[in-house]
């Protein structure tokens, strides 16, 4: 095979992620707020969890408390908002869909990042990565940096390059740069910024005299996997090119719906899983229900973090529905047939649902006994009218949808309108 | 109607086996003749929403687009996707604001018009100095 032909052969991963994204957000609807330093603050004003850049020069660090902040606030023209959870929600689905356009091989990993298989030459790649960089930011309004590489640990490292060096114009290919500069960076950073190595691994890799990140791609992937694990047997591996980590594909054709998320915070409790399968079990019967269609099987599952070589433990249970169904009591019921399965203090950093076997509904008329009590009383279309009323977190079955405590006295009091999910709130535009 | 019975059947709300031997009559009726006639009601989105990626609906505020059929509280639907042209009604940034303005590209320059005489036009040096935010695609005029 030719160099070309065989380079066109081998997939490569893409990592699209949105320059600080909440802040970008923001700003995607407030362009006074453009070149102004913002902070937006988690949950309860607590703390700044994304600072745009102009905060960041300002030394503000990732985590300050906002009472510390408030008093300079003014002399340093800081603007603070409170978290808009759902403007960045609405914003990273359709960033989401954007990028699904570009390769059907999209892994969402978290809310402003994916992973994207792809394939091509050199020069293909760099330019899909500028299209997709380019349609992010005209179509849905935010910056996005992309990383491309052999691996997903080199694009997460691409893109970070990306990002902080002007000269790409925010994409990169790992392959593309010269060997030479490669090493350099690599050579510069220190291993914790590496994607998957733990901080507290670091004082044991130092004294192995594997301080950067290029020391721990030179290190012997045998002698790490005795000395700390598989785990870290696979990032370098990563490093020197050799793919690991699977692509963990979000959705597949038509004939399946799959939502699951990365946690930011593992779950360590039967009670706060059966909350999540709770939620999505909702989200597949409103999806469902948006598109007129009905489900035959769900799947739930979960799994522990790849980082994490202890107590791995993928959970996994196909329920076979009664009925075709998009009811969310049902789906949620299926979805709870997971935690049996799941244990007490066992870290689990993703979890999920999957339905398949769609049909369209109302194809067939379920013989009377079938009939479900649920959709009968239309339990579903209840739920949906409330909530577009009311608001997400309005009304919910069981464990999910009601705001825990914590949550309905959470304090946003710098919030911006929730400009795409509320018609009271909507971008207002001038006509003077 | 086929019915999966496995040998791991997770019951999901309804009894299966209560189900299969009752002896409730069965509702298998004659389907009404215009159900082969009905294709779903008319969606909005599908019409007005060319991608649902890149179009936002905002609120109008002020009368200066009054004579152009775009009144004080009307919604606009915008494509941020679409290329601005002459004669586009866009969403611009002027002054870190989003405005409403017709776009003019003429030989003699960029100019944003308003589509009422109390407000003047407002000249642009080049069209790459003016960030264009979206076009308008529809209005939602209340009558």
């Known amino acids: 095979m030719s160099k070309p032909a065989l380079m066109r052969a081998m997939p490569q991963i893409a990592h699209v992620d949105v320059n600080c994204f909440y802040a970008s957000a923001e700003r995607a609807f407030d362009p006074s707020l453009e070149g102004k330093p913002v902070v937006v603050l988690s949950n309860n004003d607590g703390c700044a969890v994304t600072r745009s850049p102009e905060a960041k020069a300002l030394g503000i660090p990732i985590g300050e408390p906002w009472f510390k902040l408030a008093p300079r606030a003014k002399e340093w023209g800081l603007v603070a908002l409170s978290s808009n959870y759902e403007l960045y929600g609405d914003i990273s689905a359709r960033v989401m869909e954007l990028l699904g356009r570009y390769s059907a091989w999209l892994e969402v990993y978290s809310i402003d990042e994916a992973f994207l298989g792809v394939k091509g030459t050199p020069e293909e790649l760099l330019a899909l990565g500028r299209t997709m960089k380019t349609a992010v930011r005209r179509n849905v309004g935010v910056p996005v940096c992309v990383g491309i590489a052999p691996t997903k640990t080199l694009a997460k490292l691409a893109n970070k390059w990306a990002k902080h060096n002007p000269a790409f114009g925010g994409v990169c290919h790992w392959d593309s740069v010269p060997a030479a500069d490669r090493d350099g960076l690599m050579g510069r950073l220190s291993v914790i910024e590496i994607w998957g190595v733990a901080a507290r691994l670091t004082k044991r890799l130092n004294v192995l005299g594997i301080h950067s990140i290029l020391d721990l791609s030179r290190a012997d992937p045998v002698m790490i996997r005795d000395r700390f694990s598989v785990v870290m047997m696979r990032t370098v591996l990563e490093l020197q090119g050799t793919p690991c980590i699977p692509m963990e594909e979000e959705r597949v054709g038509r004939d399946q719906l799959i939502f699951s998320r990365s946690f930011a915070t593992p779950i360590t409790t039967s009670a706060d899983m059966r909350q999540v399968l709770s939620v999505y079990g909702q989200q597949a019967s409103a999806r469902l229900a948006k598109h007129r269609l009905q489900a035959k099987v769900l799947t739930a599952f979960a799994g522990t973090s790849h980082f994490n070589p202890k107590d791995t433990s993928y959970p996994s249970v196909c329920v076979p529905l009664p009925m075709p169904t998009a009811d969310p009591v049902l789906l949620t019921k299926a979805a709870h047939a997971l935690l049996p399965l799941i244990h007490d203090g066992v870290r689990y950093a993703k979890a999920g649902i999957m339905v398949t076997d769609l049909r369209p509904a109302g194809n067939q008329a379920p013989l009377a006994p079938f009939e479900n009590p649920h959709e009968e009383r239309r339990v579903g279309a209840l739920l949906e009218d409330v909530t577009r009323r009311y608001g997400r977190g309005s009304i919910g079955l069981g464990y999910a949808g009601i705001k825990s405590g914590l949550d309905w006295t959470m304090r946003r009091d710098m919030l ?9 709130e909507l971008p207002l535009v001038k006509a003077a | 109607m086929r019915v999966a019975i496995g040998p791991r059947v997770i019951d999901a709300g309804v009894s299966l086996a209560l189900a299969l031997v009752s002896p409730v009559a069965v509702a298998a009726g004659y389907p009404s003749p215009a159900q ?19 179009t936002y609906i905002v609120r109008v505020s002020g009368d200066s687009m009054e004579q152009a059929g775009i009144s004080d509280g009307d919604e606009l639907i915008v494509n941020r996707a679409l290329e601005p042209r002459d004669g586009s009604v866009v969403v611009a940034v002027l002054d870190g604001e989003l405005t409403i303005k017709r776009l003019r590209i003429t030989p003699a320059g960029v100019v944003l018009q308003a589509a009422n005489p109390l407000y003047p036009d407002i000249r642009v040096p080049a069209l790459a100095e003016l960030t ?8 939602l005029h209340h009558v």
């Open chain 1, 416 to 424: 911006s309108p929730r400009y795409t999910t509320h018609w009271d």
């Open chain 2, 36 to 54: 082969d006639y009905f294709d779903g009601r008319i969606d909005l989105n599908e019409h007005l929403i060319q991608d649902i990626t890149s």
């Open chain 2, 132 to 139: 264009v935010w979206g076009v308008a695609t529809r209005c």
